[in-house]
């Protein structure tokens, strides 16, 4: 059984949450957030709380009740605090360069790689070697964190790449000179 279904999230203050239809509408002097609830899910606005139930007793019903409520939930906190995903970049010559919506990432290869930033990110350059990314819907700030990663994600042996603020890279113990 799903407990986080059951729990009843709180609408903080300045957050305006209302239904329509099968549509959940989150808004905020930050942004508006809409979420499409699934049939299987009964979502119920009281003064300052959101409660979800299943709507049947299935499996299903249960199951989609505690992930409706985990998305509500982060589109509550992102709406009111937002989201934050830092990224910083190790080896020689490697760095990025913010300029507007794009960022220029030098990471080794023989040209500098390009990206722009989707629509509702921002991008911060705290040095020459990290970047912050922020935004208030938490399943796209952490997708364009991946695609960034994804271009020269760390390696084994020295640690060389694009990774997150704090993530450890385990390293491989290289070879071994011979007697």
């Known amino acids: 059984m799903s407990r986080i279904g059951n729990r009843k999230l709180q609408i903080p203050t300045g957050v305006e949450a209302h239904l329509e239809e099968n549509k959940l509408v989150v808004k905020s002097s930050k942004g508006t957030l809409d979420l499409v609830i699934d049939p299987l899910v009964k979502v119920e606005i009281s003064e300052n709380e959101i409660k979800t139930t299943p709507s049947d007793n299935g499996v299903r019903a249960n199951v989609m009740s505690g992930t409706v409520n985990s998305l509500i939930h982060n589109m509550l906190v992102g709406v009111s605090e937002g ?53 208030i819907d938490k399943q796209k700030v952490n997708e364009f964190a991946a695609k960034v990663r994804e271009i020269r994600s760390p390696e084994p042996y020295k640690g060389k790449g694009i990774r997150y603020k704090g993530e450890y890279v385990r390293h491989k113990e290289g070879k071994k000179a011979a007697k």
Request: aromatic fraction near 8%.
């Open 83 to 135: 989201y934050t995903k830092g990224l910083e970049i190790i080896g020689v010559g490697y760095r990025f360069n913010v300029s507007g919506n794009k960022i220029g990432i030098n990471a080794g290869f023989s040209h500098p790689v390009e990206m722009v930033t989707p629509e509702g990110i921002t991008v911060k350059s705290i040095s020459n070697t990290e970047i912050e990314l922020s935004g």
